[in-house]
């Protein structure tokens, strides 16, 4: 699964539709160029921490201003990988 995909789609679910967001087209641009704010990394982190099995203890200390710096942070406290699609990552966030 492509990680800028997966990253997108989060980010159109948790930025409210009303409000604008350009998608994220290199792992290094800075996500206050799409539009996020510190609110939208938060709740993303939350996706991510569930997509991932991130325990919330370790997800509390994620922060970040690049998709590289999630991608890095994930990578090194993920204890799953999601299968199938993006949409199908998303759709598993248990809430």
Known sequence: MDFLELFNKVARVVRP???????VTDM?????ESGLD????????IYF???YG???????E???????????F???HKTKDPSGTAEEAI?????
């Open 62 to 72: 994620m922060h970040f201003t690049t998709v590289q710096e999630c991608y890095d």
């Open 54 to 60: 991130i325990p919330e203890e370790i997800a509390k």
């Open 49 to 51: 921490a569930d997509i």
């Open 17 to 23: 539709a009303h409000q604008s967001y350009v998608d």
């Open 28 to 32: 290094n641009q800075n996500l206050q």
């Open 38 to 45: 510190s609110m939208d990394g938060l709740m993303m982190g």
């Open 91 to 95: 759709k598993g966030v248990d809430w």
């Open 74 to 76: 994930i990578q090194e």
